[in-house]
C-alpha cells in the first residue's frame, strides 16, 4: 500500500519560516506532478504549488515569493519551504502525487498554524 508520510507542520509566528517534507513510502509507477494543497475547516481545499518531473512549477498568487517547491525524484520527495509566513497561511496541508495516469494519491496532512 502506497503512503505519503509527511512532515514539518507546526506552530510559528507570522514572518517566520517552516519547511514541509513528504516521502512517498514505496514506488509509485512513473510519479509525475506532486504538490502541496492546503484546507482550512469549511472550506475547500485549494492548490499551493506543483511541480512535474522536469522541474516546471506553479504557483497559488496568494503564496509567490514567498514559498518554493522542490523535488527530490531519486528520494520519491517533494518539499515545501515556506517563509514569510502570515496567519492566514495557517491550515492542513496536503501531499499529492499524481502518476502518469491521472491517479492521485495524498497525504494524512500536517498542520500549519501561524500566530499573529
Known amino acids: 500500500q502506497v503512503q505519503l508520510v509527511e512532515s514539518g507542520g507546526g506552530l510559528v509566528q507570522a514572518g517566520g519560516s517552516l519547511r514541509l517534507s513528504c516521502a512517498v513510502s514505496?514506488?509509485?509507477?512513473?510519479?509525475?506532478?506532486m504538490g502541496w494543497y492546503r484546507q482550512v475547516p469549511g472550506k475547500q481545499r485549494e492548490l499551493v504549488a506543483t511541480?512535474?518531473?522536469?522541474?516546471?512549477?506553479n504557483y497559488a498568487n496568494s503564496v509567490k515569493g514567498r514559498f518554493t517547491i522542490s523535488r527530490d525524484n531519486a528520494k520519491n520527495t517533494v518539499y515545501l519551504q515556506m517563509n514569510s509566513l502570515k496567519p492566514g497561511d495557517s491550515a492542513a496541508y496536503y501531499c499529492?502525487?499524481?502518476?502518469?495516469?491521472?491517479?492521485?494519491?495524498w497525504g494524512q496532512g500536517t498542520q500549519v498554524t501561524v500566530s499573529s
Open positions: 514505496r514506488n509509485i509507477l512513473r510519479i509525475n506532478v
Open positions: 511541480i512535474t518531473t522536469d522541474g516546471s512549477t
Open positions: 499529492n502525487i499524481q502518476n502518469v495516469l491521472g491517479k492521485n494519491y
